[in-house]
């Protein structure tokens, strides 16, 4: 695996790289050697943000989070699936939409101006989009509810399409994948996908960076969602063992699944920048 060159800015994954959560998002474990790295990339002024496909927090409200960790992390360095939501809707024009999640999984919306209603509320189903994150709770009468939207012409967006991410008690669905799987049986809609692995995720990523996605290094656990959007983008893709995917699973990768390199240890991020 060839060692990365021309690296100018840097995206961490958060469950498995960073830190390992309980399954209810909370109890952080914070990782070997993460503290260390980006304190270090802070005193060198070193571009990075924190991607979570996670939607239940607001960005500032994890970010705040991660710093009471320990984690070196500034509100606007960490971002969500809902950010990029929230910008895909105003740039397509989208003014109202339904959302099946916790109010956490709106917020950027609403930031962003669009108006947002959740299952229950008056006029549920008359929206331009539904966004579907973090819900436990949903029942089928959300289901339904977002199914009428879409028959009645609704966009379906989804905070993501992983079914499992890293816990500190192991693989843990990812909510929002179940929940889309049944509204696009139902429906047939295709579901515009704003978390990793999207390119609409990584985009906003170097434009939050300030360059081109080819130059970015994308540092996760998961060869189909961290490492499958750093071949998507042409950017380069660093792998760690410590959350989804074992050192050997990541051997047996191929093709776009197949990181340019597996890390040791987090503080070997630093030999990959120039």
Not at 11 to 30: A, H, I, K, Q
Not at 148 to 172: E, K, N, Q
Not at 209 to 224: H, K
Request: aromatic fraction near 6%; proline fraction near 5%; hydrophobic fraction near 45%.
């Amino acid at each position: 695996m060839r060692n990365p060159t021309g690296i100018a800015g840097l995206m961490f994954d958060v469950d498995g790289t960073l830190l390992l959560s309980d399954r209810s998002l909370s109890g952080y474990e914070v990782l070997p050697g993460a503290v260390d790295l980006l304190t270090a990339l802070r005193e060198r002024d070193f571009p990075f943000v924190l991607f979570t496909n996670g939607s239940h927090y607001p960005p500032a409200v994890q970010a705040a989070k991660l710093r009471e960790s320990g984690l070196p992390v500034e509100d606007a360095q960490m971002l969500t699936p809902s950010v990029v939501t929230a910008d895909h809707m105003v740039r397509g024009g989208i003014r109202r939409a339904l959302v099946l999640g916790t109010r956490g999984v709106g917020h950027s919306l609403a930031a962003a101006g669009i108006e947002t209603v959740y299952p229950g509320e008056a006029r549920a189903a008359e929206v331009n989009a539904v966004y579907v994150g973090w819900h436990p709770e949903c029942t089928m009468k959300d289901i339904e509810t977002a199914a009428h939207a879409i028959w009645a012409g609704a966009t379906l967006y989804a905070a993501s399409d992983v079914p499992f991410f890293a816990t500190r008690h192991g693989r843990t669905i990812g909510y929002s994948f179940a929940i889309v799987g049944a509204i696009r049986r139902l429906t047939g809609a295709r579901a515009t996908v704003t978390g990793k692995p999207s390119l609409h995720a990584l985009r906003l990523v170097a434009k939050r960076l300030g360059s081109p996605m080819r130059r970015l290094a994308v540092v996760g656990d998961d060869p189909i969602v961290e490492v499958v959007m750093a071949h998507r983008g042409g950017a380069t893709a660093l792998a760690v063992s410590t959350g989804m995917t074992t050192a050997e699973e990541w051997r047996r990768q191929t093709g776009t699944r197949k990181p340019h390199r597996v890390l040791h240890s987090l503080s070997e991020v630093l030999a990959c920048l120039p």
